[in-house]
């Protein structure tokens, strides 16, 4: 029969959106299945995309378990599992995740899309109901399929510097990789300074960019400025690399006119299909043979590029600035009012406070 499987019920407590609440529930998980992880979540972090889900801005299944950011220690794992690097997994370790599982042969994963396999899970969107349930990782546990990409990360680098890992780092990892080739001293401007748009102008600078953001926040300009980045000039010359990660419609259209002739945009801030439209002029991207990708989510390779950077550097940038300060599980519904008023790139989920430890 393979791999044997652990025989004991694993029991957890998660947050769940249903019905325009976020509750907190407690699931008894059945045994694991071969080749799956189970995971005790030390640290979460809620995205603008958990925070979209949570307002009602896409569709969702009944009973949606919460949150794609995390960190934490496996509990559970049969003896034959590597890491993306090919070591091997043991109770105890600490690991990332990505946010999702691809079957690795489809059209889509085969053309280069895992982030958009016909049989894709993605964690952070699906419901308690589907195996393998515990999916969200604003949760006292994860149980991670074996489609799962997975890095094992060293106890020297603090849960506040690797968090993201699993989303706006392995995003910004994608952005790059969609930037082209990025030659030192490439003049790139990045418009929001959320999550992503930090993370990206974060790994720019380390690559020897010059990086320039455009944010309405002073306190978010304030983080990027301490990553190497500094605030847009309004009068700024066209850039030959422009990132879009606010979200914003009318910053797309901004992009566009931002970038040079035979320059490059990317797209990466617009993930809720419906909410917002821009017109552009199309005579805009011919005439300056402007090139435009897509970014939503990434490749197993963006993920480890992405780690590899936070290990690279995740300790000389005081990455805690992203983050509100911690808040226990319980607490995950104040989490998105938090999430809503902007404060706070990402809200801290930390599942071993008690709401007296606040
Ligand atoms: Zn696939
Ligand atoms: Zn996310």
Same mark, same amino acid.
Not at 80 to 95: E, I, K, Q, Y
Not at 265 to 277: D, E, F, L, R
Not at 320 to 348: C, K, N
């Given at each position: ?29 059945? $045994? ?148 082209? $080739? ?99 002029? $199309? ?76």
């Amino acid at each position: 029969m393979g791999a044997s499987t652990a025989q004991t019920q694993v029991d957890i407590s998660l947050a769940v959106y249903d019905k325009g609440a976020v509750t907190i529930e407690r699931l008894q998980l059945p $045994p694991r299945g071969p080749g799956e992880i189970d995971v005790a979540i030390t640290s979460a972090a809620i995205c603008g995309s958990d925070l979209h889900t949570v307002l009602g801005h896409r569709e969702t299944p009944e009973r949606t378990a919460l949150g794609h950011e995390g960190v934490g220690r496996i509990t559970d794992v049969d003896p034959d599992v590597v890491d993306l690097r090919g070591a091997t997994l043991r109770p105890g370790d600490r690991v990332v995740f990505a946010l999702f599982s691809s079957c690795g042969s489809c059209d889509r994963c085969t053309a280069g899309l895992p982030m958009k396999c016909r049989s894709l899970v993605k964690y952070g969107h699906e419901s308690v109901l589907k195996p393998p349930h515990a999916t969200g990782t604003l949760a006292t546990g994860v149980r991670l399929l074996p489609g799962v990409p997975v890095v094992r990360i060293p106890d020297s680098l603090s849960d506040s510097v690797v968090v993201s890992a699993g989303c706006a780092v392995a995003t910004a990892g994608a952005i790059i990789a969609a930037a082209g $080739p990025l030659a030192p001293r490439t003049r790139v401007l990045v418009f929001g300074a959320g999550a992503v748009g930090a993370y990206c102008a974060a790994m720019l600078t380390s690559l020897g960019c010059i990086v320039q953001v455009r944010e309405p926040s002073a306190e978010r300009l304030a983080i990027v400025e301490e990553f190497g980045a500094t605030a847009a000039h309004p009068d700024a010359e066209p850039f030959p690399v422009v990132v879009e990660a606010s979200g914003s419609a009318t910053a797309f259209v901004e992009a566009l006119h931002a970038t040079d002739i035979g320059g490059r945009v990317v797209a990466a801030g617009s993930v809720s299909p419906g909410q917002s439209t821009a017109s552009i002029d $199309p005579a805009l991207l011919v005439t300056r043979r402007i090139t435009v990708s897509g970014v939503h989510n990434y490749t197993i390779d963006d993920f480890r590029r992405g780690v590899d950077w936070l290990l690279a550097h995740g300790r000389d940038l005081n990455l805690d600035r992203l983050l509100s300060p911690p808040l226990p599980l319980s607490a995950a519904a104040e989490g998105f009012r938090q999430m809503q008023t902007g404060r706070y790139p990402r809200v801290l989920i930390r599942p071993d406070l008690t709401e007296a430890a606040q």
